[in-house]
């Protein structure tokens, strides 16, 4: 039989991250151990039927360091204002990502509409949905949420920039071992797995697990 290549804006929209999954740890993490015995009642892991999209606070917080960083030392000659592009680069990638991740409208947790009362209800376009009106040709590409990959990738390149961007700053000269022990352990607590993670949340998926970092 046929097969469809193409998907309405809804089942685009099903299979697009929500914005909770960015803050939301996997359950088969340290943290998520932690978190879902302080949260029993909490929903397990991701509203993206399709992926997860949590990728730890720490990496974030590095990634707004060498922003911020960046953007006060950005006069300070032409290496400094290389380096500043450089960290701009992988921001936009990073957020880039994010933005296809979301779809055509932006869920903030499973529904992608909202009650506004008396019978209306709204829903917040994202720019995917141009896509979707105006370039159907890409109308297969419907786990949008995988594309959160750029940001995992962005992260990871700010987490190796971090120590030359913050090399001649007093504080980290003084604790530089500290610092680094620090960021290793709330990196190893927030993302290695337990156990086999599935690359999709459903109960099926056990033979598309990658095996534990």
Known sequence: CALPISFSIQSQSTY????????TPHEGT????????????????SYNPDSHSYYGMTLWGLAA???????KKRKRGIQAMRQYKTV?????????G??????????FRSAASYDA??????????????????????????ALGRSGVL????????????????????????????????????????LIPLHRMPMRSGSYSYNLSIPPV
């Open 16 to 23: 697009s991250a929500s914005l909770i999954d960015y803050a």
């Open 30 to 45: 340290l943290l998520g151990k932690l978190y879902y015995h302080l949260r029993p009642t909490a929903h397990r892991n």
């Open 65 to 71: 360091l060498l922003i911020v960083l960046g953007y």
């Open 88 to 96: 701009i680069i992988f921001a936009a990638i990073a957020l880039a």
């Open 98 to 107: 994010m933005i296809i991740s979301f779809g055509p409208v932006l869920k």
């Open 117 to 142: 009362g008396d019978g209306l209800r709204y829903a917040i376009a994202m720019p995917y949905i141009l896509v979707s009106k105006f370039l159907p040709q890409l109308s297969f590409m419907r």
């Open 151 to 190: 940001i995992l990738f962005s992260l990871c390149c700010f987490l190796a920039l971090a120590p030359f961007a913050v090399k001649k700053v007093g504080f980290y000269q003084r604790h530089k071992k500290l610092i680094k022990y620090a960021v290793i352990g709330l990196i190893i607590f927030e």
